[in-house]
């Protein structure tokens, strides 16, 4: 064998090899999709998308331009987690193929708007493609979850409900929650349900912690106007009966250590704030007029 | 001597024992729990004016006297009873015993609810806040002008907040018209004048200037105005919190008593009524 042909086989052999290596990265790629796709073992569908995150799919020789970007493959998680527990139904995913291109729907919203996640490095935030609203976001470093009161009110409370009503938003936020409610139960999350908390026993302070009654004495005028009373309650609060859910306001300290906030209370344990404020428009406007002192579960 | 020194003593001991029965009967009632009986005991002279009974209770001695030290105690044991019942025809009315044996009475459960006075349990009495009692009385008056307590209070701040606000938005204008006058006061001043034009030059001079000042006191109360609409927003809040009250007290009354005139005719026979319901006698009515 001359020379020349013995360093084209060398040649040959090392291209043929690290050709061999690239599509081996194809090909686990490939299997780490089938698992996430498939796998009814919650353990492994978060490792298979951890994986394929972080999977170094392309090399020198062998490249894949066609592929799911990190945001793609959470949304394509979040869908499948949901359809481990059996609410699929509530999302439609939208693949159309090519990165960055996957989009999701919330069913009861129809077209009135899409979500996908962005990324910023180990956190991830649910948003809404029409205002980039960041919904909820995922820590992975933490371990946490957590919703945005500001993005929720935005989004649905001012911009959605006057089209779309509360029903549908409820619902459809309501899979949100149970995708969160997954994380804490499923990998160990810590959920900050924020507005969304609809356990009775939570109290959610005010920004202004020594709020002036004048406050109150507005959403008093406002509530009679709408045939709801504001009643007294407990020492120096006050409790709206709306259709069988308590609104309370009262300061859970002492007078001279101030802590005024809200606790809405109905027999279920399913209504939270953010309810209400798409149920009760005068509840909604003085909530926002007064934001500014009003704000509950401020960041 | 000695027997007329005997002769007081048995008198005495006669109005005595007098007085111990008395306060043995009080005993008694309270024993048996007999709220009329005391009610008897306590004031009887009052208890016989108003129920007039075919027999009197006797009232040579007012025990209330006797008792007096332990008012608080009489008063804070009736009023279980006197609310329980006071509860089936003033149901917006709520106690609270701010000090032993005496009673705030507030009108309403609802927000900011007012203090309306207090219940006098010995004698079955509200004493009302006069002025508050007043104010709702007026106000059932008001509704056949079509007004409640505070609309015209009301109006008036309104007028007057939105006289500032064309004040504040008429600010521009007066800038332009300031800059006119500046003009038109310096020519006044740079012309020459003729000595038979002087006083025509000298009024049409204070007449300048006079409009000028007006426009910067006009500038003046624009700025201080914000804060006026503010406090002016303020009040208008305040009066309309007391008038969404008193649509509240105004509706209790509806609901309860039809109208104002009915409410009170029926606490001025309350104690009657209480008596009665106690199982007293009225050969009144």
Known sequence: ?299 | MNNDRDNRATELSVSLNAKIDHLNALRDALNHGDDLAIYKLINAKHFNEIMQPAEPVDDKYDVSLLVKDLQSELSHYLSEGLINYLGQNYPFFYYNEYQFGHFRIFFGNWWDHKLFGELDVLNVKFEFNEVELDKLGRSFELEAENKTFYSDEIMSITDKSQEIQSLIDEKDERDAMKADLKVAIRENESGITMPWDAARVKAEHTQLTNQYKHLVAEDEAASEGAKQIKQNEARILELNKEDTIISYEKQSIRDCFQNFNNFMDTQSGLYADYMQSLGGDNHEG
Not at chain 1, 105 to 130: G, P
Not at chain 1, 233 to 249: C, E, H, K
């Open chain 1, 1 to 299: 064998m001359k020379d020349s042909d013995r360093k084209m086989g060398i040649a040959l052999f090392e291209y043929n090899r690290n050709l061999k290596a690239g599509l081996d990265r194809g090909t686990k790629y490939s299997e780490l999709l089938d698992k996430m796709t498939y796998t009814n073992d919650l353990e492994e569908l978060f490792n298979s998308i951890q994986e394929l995150i972080h999977f170094q799919m392309d090399t020198e020789f062998v490249q894949f331009p066609i592929r799911y970007s990190t945001a793609d493959l959470y949304l394509v998680f979040m869908a499948r987690l949901l359809e481990e527990h059996n609410i699929s139904s509530m999302i439609q995913m939208q693949m159309n193929g090519t990165a960055g291109n996957v989009v999701q729907h919330l069913t009861q919203l129809e077209a009135a708007d899409s979500f996908k996640f962005v990324v910023d490095r180990n956190r991830i935030a649910y948003t809404d493609v029409n205002r980039g609203e960041h919904i909820f976001y995922l820590d992975f470093d933490a371990k946490q979850a957590g919703f945005d009161s500001n993005a929720l009110l935005n989004l649905f409370v001012v911009d959605l409900n006057p089209t779309v009503g509360p029903t549908p938003i409820i619902i459809a936020v309501n899979t949100l929650i149970a995708f969160t409610k997954f994380m804490g139960t499923d990998y160990g999350y810590e959920v900050d349900y924020s507005i969304l908390d609809t356990t009775n026993a939570s109290f959610h302070a005010f920004r202004n912690r020594n709020l002036p009654s004048r406050f109150i004495d507005e959403l008093f005028i406002k509530a009679s106007e709408n045939k709801y009373p504001l009643m007294s309650y407990q020492l120096s609060g006050a409790q709206l009966n709306l259709d069988g859910v308590q609104l309370n306001i009262f300061n859970n300290q002492d007078e001279a250590n101030p802590n005024w906030g809200l606790q809405v209370v109905d027999s279920g344990e399913n209504v939270s704030w953010f309810q209400l404020l798409l149920r009760y428009d005068f509840l909604k406007d003085w909530y926002l007029t007064n934001l500014a002192d009003l704000e509950i579960d401020a960041d």
